[in-house]
């Protein structure tokens, strides 16, 4: 069948993923009367089979859904909380029966901002739903090419439908379709060497099953350890070049989502890219988590021998751009999918917002945010660099997991509701300084924890959620702001430059334990490892002064727009200490009452005489 049909939209989103639905919904509320277009070849209906890596949110994604997407209500009524990340050890490699064979670091408590767990076929179900409503249109089809065009001509996608094809002409063409790379391929975007990421080269194995019996995992009861559960949370069971997930998908059917990250030179992909395999790899390497699988009733399996890949561009000049999938992904350590992809998806609704409205700066915003995407994705990849040697020692990943959520924490978390990463000024600052400490220092930290391990050296646990790891009481979590409690959330009103200051201070500080610790005095006044303190101390200082300049220039401005109104309308307030009359409604009802049946005696009478 020829094409019949060519309709023109501002956006074509090609995925309806948790990607496309994400972004689609967005661009919707945040760019009145733009039209949108998802395509994918899965029915609106997909099935419960529709299956992939990432149920798992942290923080920054959790508000992204909650937040900007307005779906908090929806979360909670559809989707399992989230208690952080747990990370468990085996004492002995050959006894894992039970969860008390294992060195944890367990949460503690509910986390200031909160995270979900999800169940993602429902999600991505769900949402395509929402954005139909809100007037985008759906396409069941199957991209079979895309024509890019360069400057502001409009690009074609070419759509296998179930009659024939279509074509579908946009202006802002984004591809959300996963690892189809659309146009991954068509522009030889993509970097899948490992030499290239950081020489990362994983796969994954993983199952979902249900019915479960939770509690072969951990009874619940934990009266002096923590007010959260241990079970509703993302665990990780780590070992020699791998790690095991273990994230619960649904409260009422018990559903878990399990699977391994592996490294290849450490466990190769023949040798678990079966369900079979991967089941005798957990009855020999985690018999806990063999024990919960087998409690419950098997659902599906999955198995992806590579993992890693990357873009060269995120947003294109020419008006195209990759999210989620389709632009990188590494390993789903600490749930980052899903926050690279949030991080894309407010970058491309704020240059698409600018170039409709014509704005003069919208390509500066597009170079300066595709720049800092990429700056996100490179750093996300260089997270998972070494793992293969050292995710299982459990000394040393704690120190390495607790430096990692100094950053996490300290930085990213406020500049993320600050909305720092729509800030050019502050994104061009940002990059250079974490050029030029952090990635120089995490390389070299990085590199002495192989040191370490090469010399079994024990450094001790580094629990992540403790305040007695570093000096003042420091904990990972702790507040220099009161974003929170003032809810700062409007663009620029959280002060990221005092936690900047802060972190990069007890960064400093942790280098200095961990060089004592592991390397002794010699090690402490290594000109290199001096020069990395004496970068972060003045890091910190600049922060300092940034931290005033920002109070200076905010003095005479509300911390919160929203509370200022609130107050100004209050200030009209004047208590009337008497109720509205509802008495006189009554009445009028009782004696409508009345008058019909007055009305229908007559009849009545006339009927009895009959």
């Known amino acids: 069948m020829k094409n019949t049909q060519s309709p023109v939209y501002d956006v074509v989103i090609m995925g309806a993923g948790i990607a496309g639905v994400s972004q689609a919904r967005h661009l919707l509320l945040n760019i009145p009367n733009i039209k949108v277009a998802l395509v994918d070849p899965r029915p609106e209906d997909r099935t419960d089979k529709d299956l992939k890596v990432g149920e798992s949110t942290v923080e920054v994604s959790t508000m992204f859904f909650g937040k900007e997407l307005g779906l908090y209500d929806y979360l909670i009524e559809n989707h399992p909380p989230k208690y952080g990340l747990n990370f468990h050890w085996a004492k002995q490699p050959e006894q894992t029966q039970t969860i008390d064979d294992y060195h944890h670091i367990w949460c503690t408590r509910q986390p200031s901002l909160a995270s979900t767990l999800m169940n993602r076929a429902k999600f991505e179900r769900d949402v395509l739903k929402m954005n139909k409503q809100m007037g985008a249109s759906f396409y069941n089809g199957r991209v079979v090419d895309v024509e890019l065009n360069s400057d502001d001509a409009l690009n074609i996608v070419k759509v296998k439908v179930e009659h024939g094809y279509i074509e579908l002409q946009a202006k802002h063409l984004v591809d959300a379709a996963g690892r189809k790379f659309i146009i991954g391929n068509k522009t030889d975007n993509l970097i899948f060497d490992s030499e290239d990421l950081y020489g990362v080269k994983n796969g994954s194995a993983w199952v979902r099953v249900k019915n479960v019996d939770r509690t072969i995992f951990h009874s619940g009861y934990d009266p002096n350890g923590a007010t959260c559960s241990h079970y509703y949370a993302t665990n990780h069971m780590m070992g020699h070049g791998h790690w095991v997930w273990v994230i619960p998908t649904d409260t009422q059917t018990m559903e878990l989502s399990i699977g391994i990250a592996h490294h290849h030179n450490v466990i190769p992909p023949q040798s678990i890219n079966t369900k079979e395999k991967f089941y005798d790899f957990l009855e020999a390497n985690h018999q806990l988590i063999y024990r919960l699988v087998k409690s419950g009733e098997d659902i599906d399996f999955h198995y992806l021998p590579r993992l890693p890949h990357k873009s060269k561009t995120l947003f294109s000049q020419d008006n195209w751009y990759v999210i989620g999938d389709a632009a990188a992904i590494f390993d ?186 592991g390397f002794g005095i010699s090690g402490l006044l290594s000109l290199r490892n001096l020069h990395h303190i004496f970068k972060l101390f003045i890091a910190s200082g600049e922060s300092a002064l940034d931290e005033l300049m920002f109070k200076f220039q905010n003095r005479n401005l509300p911390v919160s727009n929203d509370i200022a109104k609130a107050r100004q309308e209050f200030e009209s307030y004047e208590y009337r200490p008497e109720l509205q009359p509802w008495t006189q409604k009554i009445a009028e009802q009782s004696l409508h009452s009345n008058d019909e049946n007055s009305a229908q005696v007559p009849e009545l009478v006339t009927n009895l005489q009959v």
């Open 332 to 517: 789903p350590f600490y749930s980052l999918g899903m926050v690279m992809m949030t991080f894309g998806i407010e970058s491309i609704t704020e240059i698409i917002r600018a170039k409709l409205a014509g704005e003069p700066d919208a390509e500066r915003k597009r170079a300066v945010y595709n720049a800092f995407n990429l700056g996100t994705i490179r750093s996300n990849n260089h997270l998972i660099h070494a793992h293969d040697r050292q995710l299982g020692d459990a000394s040393i990943m704690s120190w390495r997991i607790f430096l990692e959520n100094m950053w996490w924490f300290g930085i990213i978390v406020p500049l993320y509701v600050g909305k720092w990463h729509l800030d050019l000024k502050y994104l061009r600052k940002f990059g250079k300084q974490g050029r030029n400490i952090i990635t120089s220092l995490m390389t070299d930290v990085y590199e002495q924890f192989d040191q370490l391990i090469e010399r079994q050296t024990n450094l001790g646990l580094m629990y992540t959620h403790r305040a007695d790891q570093l000096p003042f009481h420091y904990y990972v979590t702790r507040d220099y702001d009161t974003y929170l409690q003032d809810t700062k959330y409007e663009p620029k009103k959280c002060n990221v430059y005092a936690y900047m200051k802060n972190t990069y201070f007890f960064v400093a500080l942790w280098y200095v334990k961990f060089l004592w610790k």
